[in-house]
Nanobody, 122 residues
């Protein structure tokens, strides 16, 4: 059973930074994609970034230049470094994974974490 656990969320002032972590356990394949998503109150879930099985990373336009995704395959952990945060980044952040041996990211993900709250406010 694949499980994902996010951590690192919290309250931060505008302009501040946070680093989210996503620990993936139970994976049986080395070739899986990890995605970061977020959902703000009253809004649909949106993709933030993803890391394909070969380590290629992709970002939503709204976070390019501010967020950086990385992964440590030895630890089965993905990270999302978020800088220059603003109120529009306030949301619950989720990570998700799927076995996907490709240099691209899947349209749908199979496993999801429970989410971690990020609140940007002064």
């Amino acid at each position: 059973q694949v499980e994902l656990v996010e951590s690192g969320g919290g309250l931060v002032q505008p302009g501040g930074s946070l680093r989210l972590s996503c620990v993936v356990s139970g994976v049986t394949s080395d070739y899986y994609a990890i995605g970061w998503f977020r959902q703000a109150p009253g809004k649909e879930r949106e993709g933030v970034s993803c890391s394909s099985a070969d380590g290629s990373t992709y970002y939503a336009e709204s976070v390019k230049g501010r967020f950086t995704m990385s992964r440590d395959n030895a630890k089965n952990t993905a990270y999302l470094q978020m800088n220059s945060l603003n109120a529009g980044d306030t949301a619950v952040y989720y990570c998700a994974s799927k076995d996907f041996p490709s240099s691209s990211c899947p349209r749908e993900y199979e496993y999801w974490g429970q989410g971690t709250q990020v609140t940007v406010s002064s």
